[in-house]
């Protein structure tokens, strides 16, 4: 996850169409941090740090700070006015079912605010699932070992139980070897408490874990050693600098094949494409593929919030792009003598 200058492609170190939001999430926010993406979902962005920092990460234009190079989305809203704005929201949008809340990561919010955010949440009778997103459940499992945070997680946990609520921990973890021992205790301790599932939504990474035996190496550990199912691969965003990192729609499509059969069906994670102004779509699910200059045409089937206008946002195909290194000569070629139109 760290990024390496060394590591990235001196052709082709970001795709044209990369950007640093490329899901486009900040336009969709109706309220500060609060992105409503699908009919029925939400992202709640709490804060904008992390315990740590990936180069691949798909918020890298709100998480962390700005630098001498980068000015970077901030949040401006007193965090207590925030998370005021975000349930006053969904209190008045009973059709959002379910909370994703995020960052940044969760670990970094003071437990204590976390709990009071998430027990307000648990007081919307329409909210039916909440799902935490954290990384350091993989990278510092400590934190959700300490016992105010075990403690507190229990109080939330036995509290969605009794209105009926599915309370879930989503965290990040991309290779086998960063499963430890600690890892697995973190997740446990999370479940024995009350937590419904402990999820795992990875990214495919070329030069990480972007083959069949990595991908399954890591399932097996997740679901067989440390009670966390593999729930997803996201196929790694459009942002800046990722193209050493990134695989074509083609391959994901191939790996999705090669990982069929060898876990119970509920744990073989779907490889996913997260395509901007669409969302995420099984790698299978496209409409048209250009090879050749690695073009992956895909459609929709629900408006954002920024389409309500849009009658025919339904009718659209949305592309999304493979890494230009790895197409056939011809397509490379098209790219070089289009890289600036
Ligand atoms: S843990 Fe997630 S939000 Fe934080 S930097 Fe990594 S990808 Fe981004």
Redesign the pocket.
Known sequence: ?IPVASDRRADWPSHPYASRDSLHEHDMWVAEGLTHRYPTKVLAELLST?P???G?????DL?GNSTPAVDKLKLTLKPVDRYDTHITYLKAHPGVRDVVVS???VANVPWRNLETYLMRLLEIETIRDIRLAT?ALMGLPQHWLQPDVVEGLERVARTAARRGVNLAIHT?VNHAQSLTPLVARAAQTALDVGVRDVRNQGVLMRGVNATSADLLDLCFALQGEAGILPYYFYMCDMIPNAEHWRVPVWHAQQLQHDIMGYLPGYATPRIVCDVPFVGKRWVHMLTDYDRERGISYWTKNYRTSIESADLAALDKRYAYYDPIDTLPEAGQDWWHTHRDD
Do not use: E, F, L, P
């Not at 691949?56 to 890298?60: A, F, G, K, N, V």
């Open positions: 996850m992390c740590q920092y990936c691949h990460c798909t918020r890298m998480v960052g940044g990561d990384k990040h």
